[in-house]
């Protein structure tokens, strides 16, 4: 079992910046890929960026070159550094923890708000 707590959402205006946390406790070590998954209102889940164990990262297109993923395996930590957000970056964002060795799981954390005014 893995749990996942997410913090650092809030409100900002369009072009500032936020730092979202996502704080992993449990059965850490069998973590595979950790990622932050956004949901706006009326749309499906998607992508945001993913880090792997091995520090390999991957974005998705509509914020690559504005945000960045990092983490803290000292803290057991993982960070999503939001700059130059757009109100199209408001919803709810996740944090996702994958664990590959099988029977491949997902855990998800509650969500933390970030919404952004033009």
């Known amino acids: 079992q893995v749990q996942l707590v997410e913090s650092g959402g809030g409100l900002v205006q369009a072009g500032g910046s936020l730092r979202l946390s996502c704080a992993a406790s449990g059965s850490i070590v069998s973590i595979d890929v950790m990622s932050w998954y956004r949901q706006a209102p009326g749309k499906q889940r998607e992508l945001v960026a993913s880090?792997?164990?091995?520090?390999?990262?991957n974005y998705g297109d509509s914020v690559e070159g504005r945000f960045t993923i990092s983490r803290d395996s000292a803290k057991n930590a993982v960070y999503l550094q939001m700059n130059s957000l757009k109100p199209e970056d408001t919803g709810v964002y996740y944090c996702n923890a994958l664990i590959m060795v099988l029977p491949p799981r997902s855990y998800w954390g509650q969500g933390t708000q970030v919404t952004v005014s033009s």
């Open positions: 880090m792997s164990m091995g520090d390999s990262t």
